[in-house]
């Protein structure tokens, strides 16, 4: 069975104060891992989608990696509006869509 | 603007009740998605459809029925034998392939 977690599940951290975001998986067949940011009361924003191992990617504060077997989204000095929930998704093979529980991260200014 | 519209945004049901809720995306995507996402849980699959008149069940269907009569429209009616409906539902579009799912807002569902 596909299966994605995340960790942490809760992070504080003060303004500036560099961290990441782990997410790990298991799946049959990975077309694709995605990363989504989530307000509270609002659907998930698309932020990156990577591939396969060894791939980066970089938006603003925010760059994701991947391995075969889990990815991080590292968050460079991060600001008071990067308080959100960050999701993580895997696709297989079947075109269906796994998504983790979320990292809720709150950054104190 | 390309996207996806879910309506209405807030909805409240008596127990017993059958409701729909509309999702609409002008994106020309052809593969269309319903999740359920309740405090503390990751996105639960309900219904999806990869073209219209054709659609499969998730994880977690049971309760809930949907219908494609539309490239455009994926409508979800969440009836009486589901137990638990007090949630929050998104529905979401893709591409068939390998590329990202995009979202809309949501509808909050609660039962009084």
């Known amino acids: 069975e596909d299966q994605v977690t995340q960790s942490p599940e809760a992070l504080r951290l003060q303004e500036g104060e560099s961290s990441s975001l782990n997410c790990s998986y298991t799946v049959s067949g990975l077309r694709g891992l995605f990363w989504y940011r989530q307000d509270p009361g609002k659907g998930p924003e698309f932020l990156f989608t990577?591939?396969?191992a060894g791939e980066e990617k970089e938006k603003e504060r925010l760059k994701a990696t991947l391995t075969k077997k889990e990815s991080f989204l590292h968050i460079t000095a991060p600001k008071p509006e990067d308080s959100a929930t960050y999701l993580c998704a895997v696709q297989n093979y079947g075109q269906n869509f796994v998504f983790g529980p979320g990292t809720r991260l709150s950054v104190l200014p | 603007d390309g996207g996806i519209t879910q309506s209405p945004k807030y909805l409240f049901r008596k127990e017993g009740q059958n409701v729909t809720l509309s999702c609409e995306q002008n994106l020309n995507h052809d593969a269309m998605y319903w999740y359920r996402q309740d405090p503390g849980q990751g996105l639960r699959l309900i219904y999806y459809?990869?073209?219209?008149?054709?659609?499969q069940k998730g994880d977690i269907a049971e309760g809930y029925s949907v219908s494609r009569e539309k490239k455009e429209s994926f409508p979800l009616t969440v009836t009486s034998a589901q137990k638990n409906p007090t949630a929050f539902y998104l529905c979401?579009?893709?591409?068939?392939?390998?590329?990202?799912?995009?979202f809309g807002q949501g509808t909050r569902l609660t039962v009084v």
């Open positions: 979401a579009s893709s591409i068939v392939g390998t590329t990202e799912a995009f």
């Open positions: 990577l591939y396969s």
């Open positions: 459809s990869q073209i219209v008149n054709d659609f």
